[in-house]
């Protein structure tokens, strides 16, 4: 199992930015990918991004390109979202998750932190 732990939300205007960052621990060897996902009041959880450890490929929703940017520190075992120009409807919990070895869903989540922004 790999433990995740998010950091970094907060409120900020529109048009603002805000930086989340994802560690993880435990089991990182057994992870290849790093996802952000996002749920919204009343709404049903959402991919955002991914990140693949090895080749640092990368995949965004259409309602984040060209605004998010997610990137890694493999030293680190940390993920980043760089949220720029952000918009009301990007208010939800944000959380990191982890796809490991031998499945190919998203089998660890963080506890998620929130990102509130106002217009």
């Known amino acids: 199992q790999v433990q995740l732990v998010e950091s970094g939300g907060g409120l900020v205007q529109a048009g603002g930015s805000l930086r989340l960052s994802c560690a993880a621990s435990?089991?990182?060897?057994?992870?290849?990918?790093m996802g952000w996902f996002r749920q919204a009041p009343g709404k049903e959880r959402e991919f955002v991004t991914a990140?693949?450890?090895?080749?640092?490929?990368?995949y965004y929703a259409d309602s984040v390109k060209g605004r998010f940017t997610i990137s890694k520190d493999n030293a680190k075992n940390t993920v980043y979202l760089q949220m720029n120009n952000l918009k009301p409807e990007d208010t939800a919990i944000y959380y990191c998750?982890?796809?490991?070895?031998?499945?190919?869903?998203?089998?660890?989540w963080g506890q998620g932190t929130q990102v509130t922004v106002s217009s």
């Open positions: 998750a982890s796809k490991e070895t031998g499945t190919a869903d998203f089998g660890s």
């Open positions: 990140i693949w450890w090895s080749t640092g490929s990368t």
């Open positions: 435990g089991r990182t060897f057994s992870s290849y990918a």
